[in-house]
Structures are given as structure tokens and as C-alpha cells.
């Protein structure tokens, strides 16, 4: 097959990024942390909030529905842990402000118990009863991305093992170990939209992933795996689009209505695991890695705290100066470590005085390097400078809200200036503009 590599982005390599053999993982066997207590948000999912269904004091069952909506677009939440409710509070939200949640204290003499999902359930009612959302970080409820519009024809299922950013190998690890899981999960999805092949893109960095993966295609049908360069944002749903079957997402529309669907591997996994095995979402792989004695990847309860995950891996290697959830590209620097880990969680990124690179501003050069490794070919210094001038129109007019935000354009920049920060920025104020002037209508 021919891959055709999108434009933009860059690739990883020793001289871009010193620290990625530093952190590098190596493991053989799968770590499994359960805390003592979970915090568990209500609202783990792009829609509408969730309302909680049991009460202080309750005992709840690992598995068992806690907080849910009626909405369609919407994802149910469940005790990630068996044990006692003891508290509704607000904690700490990624975002910097706060979310409210439910705190359960496990008891270990009930913690092989597990609620299960009701086996009359339908496939697509039963990855709704399990509360899959996109687990590569976008977090919309599966169930509804199961049913594209009556219109669009699904020809291909995309699954998304491509993990660019350097040291996260969550996606890396699952595939290793769960890799019959992974291609049973699209299965379901091929089978549910009527699709006809199967495709699963990874970076060729993954040998052993692909090893894993290739070996488990051979009894799936229609099923492919296909290597990727090294590229970041490859893992981009858009950019994977242009490389697996050069077709580029409508800016204005759904990425499916081009004729492919695509989900991230932990995705497929958890639907699998919500159709055979009638389990909720409850636990997924988080790497915690950078300066910890114990780099690892670790499956964790949903709810688990940072500061727990860090200790778990027996605390920081020397002083610790930036802690990141997410990737180091995409990621957001933390500054509350009682911040509890949800289903768009997937790596801990700590950085101590050593490693963490703090940079000052300095004027654009204009040397036009942003614009070359832009994945969605904008032109990240003219928004920049709009968005400085408080010209969200001029921002508009340049396609700020088609950002992906996926930092190519700030880590390239000779100038350090923070471009798809304030890239988001302005995004984030025009969407605003313009749902007030929708409500003033």
C-alpha cells in the first residue's frame, strides 16, 4: 500500500528532541494501580452535564452507573472502584478552574465485585451503557459517532495506533497486550456501520506493537495494518485521513463523511470489552514518565489523583519543575496534583530543573517556519498578531478555529513566541462571539 504523507508537521528524531531515548519506556508485564480512593467527575465527555443517581453514604459496585443524562450527546460515568460514596465536592478541572465529583473510598472485601451491562442490550446500547467516549483525547461519546447521518456511506474503519507525541506509549503498550481486543472492537464497528475494511494505522517506532497487531489481523477479515512514518501530528485524525486514504476533512463538516471512521485503538478496546464482556468504562493505560524513579505505563482506576500515580512510581527524580497532562506538545502543564484522572487522561509528563526549557519571547522574524509545518496549512504568525491586536475579525478570516492546537508552530519557532497558545486563545473567543450573537438573535 502506498502511503502518502500528509504536509506539514516534522519528524522526531535525536536532534529535535534530546529527551525522548531519556524517557523512553521499557516494559514487559502490564502494572495495575488501585488507590485506596477514587474522585470520579461527573462530566468526562463533550455534551451535556451528568446528574448524579446515587447519594452519600451509598454502596457502589466497581462498574455501576453513578452520574448520567438523558441527552443523547452525553457519556454515563461510572465507580471505577467497589466501595462507599463519601462525598460530592469540587476538585480541581484540567482547565484551571473546578468540576464537581464523586469521592469513593474502596473496601477491599468487596473488590472483585463488578456491575455489568445488561446483556439485552444492543451493541450501540451497550457501548452507550458503558460510557465509551474517544479515548485519544477528544472524548465524544462513542455511541453517537456510531451513527453517522443517514447519508454518509462508511467504507473504511480507521483505527488510530499512531501515538506521536514523544514519551506517551499507552496506545504502544495496549496494543502489545491487547491486541485480539483491539481488532474485535473494530469488528463491531464494521459490522454496525456496514463498512467493508478495516485499516490500523501505527508508526513504524512501534515494532513491537505492529508485530502484535499484524499477527491478530491474520484472523480478521478485510483487516490491514499499515506502518506510518514517524511524523508528529500523524496521530492527527485529520492527518491520518490524508495518509491512510488521501482524503482530506471538510472543515465545515465530519470527518466521516468522507467515507472512513476513525477511533483510537483504547477506543475499539473498550468497545470490545462493552459488547463480549459486558464491561463499563472504568480503567484505561496512563503513562506516567520524564523524571520519576519508576517510568511506567500503568493501568489506573478512573478518578485516580496525579499526586498518587506519582508516588506509585516512586516520586520525582531530583527537583520537579513542570508537570504535564497529556503530551509535551498538546499537553497542559498542571499545578494542583490532587487533579483526578479521567478518560481523556493518558500520560503524566514530569519534567525537574534539568529538562524543563523555559524560553523568553522575542519579536517574529518572519522566517515563515510555522506556516511550513502547519498539518493544517495556516499561517500561525499573521493569527498571532492578529490575535494580539484584538482583531478576532482578521482571526476569523485566517481560519483560527481550524487549529488543531498541535504546538508544531510554537516548537519550531526561533522566536519562542507562544503561537497555538494564543492560536487557542482566539479561537476560543471567537466561538464565544458568535454563540452571542446566535443568542441575540
Known amino acids: 500500500m502506498k502511503i502518502k504523507r500528509f504536509s506539514g508537521g516534522f519528524f522526531f528524531d535525536a536532534s529535535s528532541n534530546h529527551l525522548k531515548d531519556l524517557f523512553k519506556i521499557q516494559q514487559e508485564e502490564v502494572v495495575t494501580f488501585e488507590p485506596a480512593l477514587v474522585v470520579i467527575p461527573f462530566d468526562q465527555h463533550i455534551g451535556a452535564a451528568n446528574e448524579l443517581v446515587v447519594a452519600i453514604g451509598d454502596t457502589v459496585k466497581k462498574g455501576e452507573v453513578i452520574a448520567k443524562s438523558s441527552a443523547d450527546i452525553s457519556g454515563h460515568v461510572h465507580s471505577s472502584i467497589t466501595g462507599t460514596l463519601v462525598d460530592v465536592c469540587e476538585v ?58 443517514d447519508h454518509i456511506d462508511v467504507q473504511t474503519i480507521i483505527l488510530n495506533g499512531a501515538e506521536c507525541e514523544p514519551f506517551i506509549a499507552s496506545d504502544d503498550f495496549l496494543m502489545q497486550k491487547e491486541s485480539s481486543k483491539i481488532l474485535r472492537g473494530g469488528e463491531i464497528a464494521r459490522d454496525i456501520l456496514d463498512a467493508k475494511e478495516i485499516l490500523v494505522g501505527i508508526e513504524r517506532d512501534k515494532p513491537q506493537a505492529i508485530a502484535a497487531m499484524e499477527k ?47 477511533i483510537n485503538v483504547a477506543t475499539a478496546f473498550a468497545i ?17 514518565t520524564g523524571d520519576v524513579q519508576q517510568p511506567q505505563v500503568i493501568c489506573f482506576p478512573l478518578g485516580t489523583q496525579v499526586k498518587d500515580l506519582i508516588a506509585f512510581c516512586g516520586g520525582y527524580k531530583g527537583r520537579p519543575s513542570r508537570i504535564i497532562h497529556g503530551g509535551p506538545m498538546m499537553g497542559k502543564a498542571i499545578t494542583n496534583l490532587e487533579l483526578p484522572l479521567t478518560k481523556g487522561s493518558n500520560a503524566i509528563i514530569v ?9 523568553n519571547e522575542s519579536p517574529c522574524i518572519r522566517c515563515n517556519r510555522c506556516v511550513e509545518v502547519c498539518p493544517v496549512r495556516l499561517e500561525p504568525q499573521n493569527i498571532d498578531l492578529a490575535y494580539r491586536s484584538n482583531d478576532l475579525f482578521t482571526c ?40 452571542a450573537l446566535e443568542d441575540a438573535k
Do not use: M, W
Open 272 to 288: 470490545a470489552e462493552s459488547v463480549d464482556e459486558r464491561k463499563s468504562l472504568t480503567h484505561r493505560y496512563v503513562t506516567v
Open 92 to 149: 480541581p478541572a484540567l482547565e484551571g478552574n473546578t468540576q464537581t465529583a464523586a469521592v469513593i473510598k474502596g473496601e477491599s472485601k468487596n473488590s472483585n465485585t463488578e456491575s455489568l451491562i445488561d446483556v439485552r442490550y444492543s451493541p450501540e446500547k451497550a457501548v452507550r451503557a458503558a460510557g465509551i467516549v474517544g479515548l485519544g483525547g477528544a472524548t465524544f461519546p462513542t455511541h453517537v459517532k456510531l451513527n453517522p447521518a
Open 351 to 359: 519534567f525537574n530543573e534539568e529538562h524543563d526549557e523555559k524560553t
Open 396 to 435: 476569523d478570516q485566517l481560519l483560527a478555529t481550524a487549529c488543531i492546537n498541535c504546538g508544531c508552530c510554537t516548537y519550531v519557532c526561533p522566536a519562542r513566541r507562544h503561537l497555538a497558545a494564543n492560536i487557542t486563545k482566539a479561537s476560543a473567543a471567537i466561538q464565544k462571539e458568535k454563540e
Open 216 to 262: 491478530a489481523a491474520r484472523k480478521v477479515k478485510n483487516c490491514r495494518i499499515v506502518p506510518l512514518p514517524v511524523k508528529y501530528p500523524q496521530g492527527g485524525e485529520g492527518q491520518l485521513l490524508e495518509t491512510l486514504v488521501a482524503a482530506e476533512s471538510p472543515l465545515d463538516g465530519r470527518s466521516v463523511e468522507t467515507g472512513a471512521f476513525t
